[in-house]
T-cell receptor, first 116, second 113 residues
Framework: KAGVTQTPRYLIKTRGQQVTLSCSPI?????VSWYQQTPGQGLQFLFE???????NKGNFPGRFSGRQFSNSRSEMNVSTLELGDSALYLC???????????????FGPGTRLTVL | QKEVEQDPGPLSVPEGAIVSLNCTYS??????FMWYRQYSRKGPELLMY????GNKEDGRFTAQVDKSSKYISLFIRDSQPSDSATYLC?????????????FGAGTRLAVHP
């Protein structure tokens, strides 16, 4: 079974630009979560989507947004990029069966975003 | 104070040693505890998953949870150079069936031949 895939793997942007990152969960997984990983702050939760609805949100400004499609694929968008947004952005998927979400989260390889 | 505390290391051990990695936490609502391994420039890989207190063993890995002390551990027996990576503890509570993982800072482990 294929794992979580994320595209692109690397991105370089300049301050003020916006960026869209994509995530395809493991087949059959319908919950997708996004995390930001930086050397200073570690791994921090951004948001979680299930059934095309945001279910949970971390403490990030409104410049960070996401969405989920009917096929469970998800995108996250960062507008008006700042230097501090340089990070590894990780997507994780979880299995949901009969409305019950399994707690194990499986991560993709991440998208490394560099803001210049 | 962070919800999850983890010594970042680095921890350097000889091949074959028993490695002990630990995390402490402050939120008594945490019920699910996980350990992830992350190699350089890769995403975290789920190693162990436990619910509530107790021990769980999988091959060379043993996870322990002590909810009364708010302390979790991961033991690696017969450590190998291929175990060299960053180990992250993660935990979550339940909130309406949807939850987020709170991670420790990660401990860098180096196993030298």
């Amino acid at each position: 079974k294929a794992g979580v895939t994320q595209t692109p793997r690397y991105l370089i942007k300049t301050r003020g630009q916006q960026v869209t990152l994509s995530c395809s969960p493991i087949s059959g997984h319908r919950s997708v979560s996004w995390y930001q990983q930086t050397p200073g702050q570690g791994l921090q939760f951004l948001f979680e989507y299930f059934s095309e609805t945001q279910r949970n949100k971390g403490n990030f400004p409104g410049r960070f947004s996401g969405r989920q499609f009917s096929n469970s694929r998800s995108e996250m968008n960062v507008s008006t990029l700042e230097l501090g947004d340089s990070a590894l952005y990780l997507c994780a998927s979880s299995l949901v069966v009969g409305g019950q979400k399994y707690n194990e989260q499986f991560f993709g390889p991440g998208t490394r975003l560099t803001v210049l | 104070q962070k919800e999850v505390e983890q010594d970042p290391g680095p921890l350097s051990v000889p091949e074959g040693a028993i490695v002990s990695l630990n995390c402490t936490y402050s939120n008594s609502a945490f019920q699910y505890f996980m350990w992830y391994r992350q190699y350089s420039r890769k995403g975290p890989e789920l190693l162990m998953y436990t619910y509530s207190s107790g021990n769980k063993e999988d091959g060379r890995f043993t996870a322990q949870v002590d909810k009364s002390s708010k302390y979790i551990s991961l033991f690696i027996r017969d450590s190998q150079p291929s175990d060299s990576a960053t180990y992250l503890c993660a935990m979550s509570e339940i909130s309406g069936g949807y939850n987020k993982l709170i991670f420790g800072a990660g401990t860098r482990l180096a196993v030298h031949p």
